[in-house]
């Protein structure tokens, strides 16, 4: 099994950044995929970023490409999401998830078997 810890998360102004991180242990493969998601209340998991472990091919939603990007560390088993330009709208609890990479696109809840518990994003205007 894969363990997934997250960390990062805080009060940021509009217009700042934050690194998010999501360390990861247990049994890790190269066919992985990690992918970020974020929730508020009431609403559905909503898809943020992916990346293969074993390569550095990326992919991003439309409401967070061009502020946002995803990378590796292997020696600490850890991904990072940096988010730029942060916006009141990014407000969420973020998730980041491990499953087997698949073909196309992974951006569903489904399309992944491991999860950690969240860290707390909060952007003021």
């Known amino acids: 099994q894969v363990q997934l810890v997250e960390s990062g998360g805080g009060v940021v102004q509009a217009g700042g950044s934050l690194r998010l991180s999501c360390a990861a242990s247990?049994?890790?493969?190269?066919?992985?995929?990690v992918g970020w998601f974020r929730q508020t209340p009431g609403k559905e998991r909503e898809f943020v970023a992916a990346?293969?472990?074993?390569?550095?091919?990326?992919y991003y939603a439309n409401s967070v490409k061009g502020r946002c990007s995803i990378s590796r560390d292997n020696a600490k088993n850890t991904v990072y999401l940096q988010m730029n330009s942060l916006k009141p709208e990014d407000t969420a609890l973020y998730y980041c998830?491990?499953?087997?990479?698949?073909?196309?696109?992974?951006?569903?809840?489904?399309?992944?078997?491991?999860w950690g518990q969240g860290t707390q994003v909060t952007v003021s205007s």
């Open positions: 998830a491990v499953g087997w990479t698949k073909i196309g696109l992974m951006m569903s809840t489904d399309d992944y078997r491991y």
């Open positions: 247990g049994r890790t493969f190269n066919f992985y995929t």
């Open positions: 990346v293969t472990w074993g390569s550095s091919d990326a």
